[in-house]
């Protein structure tokens, strides 16, 4: 019963900035490592971010390291991805994702959200 829905993808110019929701519901979000997963046109889904239990331990992808962020508000049982310095590569369909029986060494991610279009131009 564990839902996920993405929000805040759209257009924007290259160098620009967007920031992602996912909000969660049916269980206890802090029960949950979160993530965020991109897939462009014709390529496999690849991992982008994820942190912890608490928001306290992140981890990126090489080709986002130090323009994305991924947060938590647990009150608010929501995952976000600001995205800066964007670039026409960023282009993909980005989704969440939560992983509840995992560890943070090796998460499984079983709940998916139905994804948000990102669109950079250059």
């Known amino acids: 019963q564990v839902q996920l829905v993405e929000s805040g993808g759209g257009l924007v110019q290259a160098g620009g900035s967007l920031r992602l929701s996912c909000a969660l519901s049916?269980?206890?979000?802090?029960?949950?490592?979160m993530g965020w997963f991109r897939q462009a046109p014709g390529k496999e889904r690849e991992f982008v971010a994820g942190v912890n239990w608490t928001g306290r331990i992140t981890k990126y992808a090489d080709s986002v390291a130090g323009r994305f962020t991924i947060s938590r508000d647990n009150a608010k049982n929501t995952v976000y991805l600001q995205m800066n310095s964007l670039k026409p590569e960023d282009t993909a369909v980005y989704y969440c994702?939560?992983?509840?029986?995992?560890?943070?060494?090796?998460?499984?991610?079983?709940?998916w959200g139905q994804g948000t279009q990102v669109t950079v131009s250059s």
């Open positions: 994702a939560g992983a509840g029986g995992s560890t943070w060494a090796q998460p499984r991610y079983e709940y």
């Open positions: 049916g269980r206890t979000f802090s029960s949950y490592i």
